[in-house]
C-alpha cells in the first residue's frame, strides 16, 4: 500500500484506491444501463418527432373539436374564417348551423340577444327579408358586422330565414 505499487494507489486524501478488484456486478450494470437508457432516450425525442408542444397542440384541437389547422385564430366575430368555396354548398344551407358559427357570439344562442341585440322580437332596420340580409351583408352601423365577404348570397338569405323564425 505504498505509492509504489500501481494496484493500490494511496491519494493525497489517505484514500487507497485498490484497482485489483473489479466493482460490483450490481454497479456495472447500472453504469453502462444508464449510459444505454440516456442515449436511447435523447435519440427517440431526437428522431421520432414526437415533441410535447405538437401533442399538447393536438389535444386542445381535440378539446375544442376543431382541426388543428384552423385552431390558430380564436372564432372570434372578425376573425371567423368563412368556410372554404368546395366546402359550402351542404354545410350552408343550415341557417341555424350558420347562426350558430356566425351570430350567436353576439346575439345569443337562441338569438334573445347579447352583446347585439334581441333578433326574437321588434327590429329597429325592419323585419324583412330584405332589411334583415341587408343588415347582415352590410352591416349595421352600432357595431353589427358586414358579412358580404364571408358569405354567400345563400347563406345569407337562409341566415335571414332563420332569425325571422325566432
Ligand atoms: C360583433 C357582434 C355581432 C355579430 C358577430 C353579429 N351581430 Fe348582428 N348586430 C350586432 C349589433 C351590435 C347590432 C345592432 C346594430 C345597430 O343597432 O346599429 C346588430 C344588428 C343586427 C341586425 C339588425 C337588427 C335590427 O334591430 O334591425 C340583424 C338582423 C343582425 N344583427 C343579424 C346578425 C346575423 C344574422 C349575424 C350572423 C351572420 C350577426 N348579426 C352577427 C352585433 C353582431
Redesign the pocket.
Known amino acids: 500500500m505504498s505509492t509504489t505499487d500501481p494496484h493500490h494507489e494511496e491519494h493525497a486524501d489517505g484514500i487507497v484506491e485498490d484497482r485489483t478488484k473489479a466493482p460490483p456486478v450490481y454497479f456495472t450494470i447500472l453504469f453502462y444501463g444508464l449510459i444505454i437508457w440516456g442515449v436511447a432516450f435523447m435519440s427517440f425525442y431526437l428522431l421520432s418527432g414526437w415533441s410535447s408542444d405538437a401533442e399538447f397542440q393536438e389535444k386542445m384541437a381535440a378539446h375544442k373539436g376543431e382541426p388543428p389547422a384552423q385552431q390558430e385564430a380564436a372564432p372570434t366575430?372578425e376573425t371567423t374564417p368563412a368556410p372554404p368555396a368546395e366546402e359550402a354548398p351542404a354545410a350552408v344551407s343550415d341557417g341555424q348551423e350558420?347562426?350558430a358559427k356566425?351570430?350567436a357570439?353576439?346575439?345569443g344562442a337562441e338569438g334573445k340577444g347579447g352583446?347585439?341585440?334581441d333578433?326574437s322580437g321588434?327590429?329597429?332596420?325592419?323585419k324583412t327579408d330584405m332589411?334583415?340580409e341587408e343588415?347582415?351583408a352590410y352591416g349595421?352601423?352600432?357595431?353589427?358586422?358586414a358579412?358580404k365577404k364571408k358569405?354567400s348570397s345563400e347563406e345569407i338569405k337562409s341566415?335571414a330565414d332563420y332569425?325571422l323564425s325566432l
Not at 321588434?122 to 325592419?126: N, V
Not at 349595421?140 to 358586422?145: A, C, E, K, T
Open positions: 366575430p350558420l347562426y356566425h351570430c357570439s353576439c346575439h352583446f347585439g341585440p333578433l321588434e327590429y329597429k332596420y325592419g332589411a334583415v343588415s347582415i349595421r352601423p352600432g357595431n353589427m358586422p358579412f358569405l341566415l332569425i
